[in-house]
T-cell receptor
């Protein structure tokens, strides 16, 4: 079945810097890769997703890149702000196991 | 408001108690899910319901019993739990279930923080 590895587990950046979180997946048939943001006391919220027919997608300060050959995808946050501080989860689905398989999460801290 | 509402937000129960978690979605979705979130572990899928029918039970112990009376409501009945069952239990919904390459984003509730003493 699918296995998703996420790195780093914690990330601390200065306000205004960029943050990058990376994930790898094992099932080459996976074709849907969402990213979720979980703030303290709340459930995960979808922030951006990408499907296997594109290599990059942007939404304001957030971008996701996908390398299907290498089976990895990354979340890029530019001009980070303190409100970006949260736990971020990557996930993959669409392979032999239909349901979303999540990474372990990255705790991002943005220092003012 | 997320569109998926879970109650209660916090629950403390003894190992011999019986309690239920409730989830309601206001998004018109057809699929509903229960996930368990423990510290430093990936989200664990527990149960999947599609149009009120259970389509997946991810080897969950029988002390967890789900119920889906309609496409908008989902319950998780708890009995004789163990301390290791303490976790955040998340309900989610999606327009369709993710099979055969059909990928429908999940919408999560804010969870029930369960503590088993």
């Amino acid at each position: 079945g699918e296995n998703v590895e996420q790195h780093p587990s914690t990330l601390s950046v200065q306000e205004g810097d960029s943050a990058v979180i990376k994930c790898t997946y094992s099932d080459s048939a996976s074709n849907y890769f969402p990213w979720y943001k979980q703030e303290l006391g709340k459930g995960p919220q979808l922030i951006i997703d990408i499907r296997s027919n594109v290599g990059e997608k942007k939404d304001q300060r957030i971008a996701v890149t996908l390398n299907k050959t290498a089976k990895h995808f990354s979340l890029h946050i530019t001009e980070t702000q303190p409100e970006d501080s949260a736990v971020y989860f990557c996930a993959a689905s669409g392979g032999s196991q239909g349901n979303l398989i999540f990474g372990k999460g990255t705790k991002l801290s943005v220092k003012p | 408001e997320t569109g998926v509402t879970q109650t209660p937000r916090h629950l403390v129960m003894g190992m011999t108690n019986k309690k239920s978690l409730k989830c309601e979605q206001h998004l018109g979705h057809n699929a509903m899910y229960w996930y368990k979130q423990s510290a430093k572990k990936p989200l664990e899928l527990m149960f999947v319901y599609n149009f009120k029918e259970q389509t997946e039970n991810n080897s969950v112990p029988s002390r967890f019993s789900p119920e889906c009376p309609n496409s908008s409501h989902l319950f998780l009945h708890l009995h004789t739990l163990q301390p290791e069952d303490s976790a955040l239990y998340l309900c989610a919904s999606s327009q369709e279930i993710n099979v055969g390459g059909l990928n429908s984003p999940l919408h999560f509730g804010n969870g029930t923080r369960l503590t088993v003493t």
